[in-house]
């Protein structure tokens, strides 16, 4: 059974950093493209950020560019994303989605993925 679980989120500061974390079980985590995805308070869930199978190509929102920075330890199957800087416009639930392979052009497609995470909120206090 494929298990993906976000945590790291919570209330945060403008200008403050977070650190989410994605861990996952049931799935051959280095063959998947990661991803981040947030949904805000009634917008519709928007890319993040991925990074691919071996590091190697990393994609970020231009919202989030020179902010987040996103990584991956595929010995512990766990995804990370850094954030800095923070800003209300944050404020969002956060997902982990695993697409299998490489995602190519598709990576900010969120149809694209296989598996999802629930979500943790990241809250940013202005």
């Known amino acids: 059974q494929v298990q993906v679980v976000e945590s790291g989120g919570g209330l945060v500061q403008t200008g403050g950093s977070l650190r989410l974390s994605c861990t996952t079980s049931?799935?051959?985590?280095?063959?998947?493209?990661m991803g981040w995805f947030r949904r805000g308070p009634g917008t519709e869930r928007e890319f993040v950020s991925s990074?691919?199978?071996?590091?190697?190509?990393?994609n970020y929102a231009d919202s989030v560019k020179g902010r987040f920075t996103i990584s991956r330890d595929n010995a512990k199957k766990t995804l990370y994303l850094q954030m800095n800087s923070h800003t209300p416009d944050d404020t969002a639930v956060y997902y982990c989605?695993?697409?299998?392979?490489?995602?190519?052009?598709?990576?900010?497609?969120?149809?694209?993925?296989?598996?999802w995470g629930r979500g943790t909120q990241v809250t940013v206090s202005s």
């Open positions: 989605a695993a697409h299998w392979g490489p995602a190519g052009g598709t990576f900010s497609y969120a149809s694209t993925y296989n598996y």
């Open positions: 049931g799935l051959t985590f280095n063959g998947y493209t």
């Open positions: 990074i691919s199978r071996r590091s190697d190509i990393t």
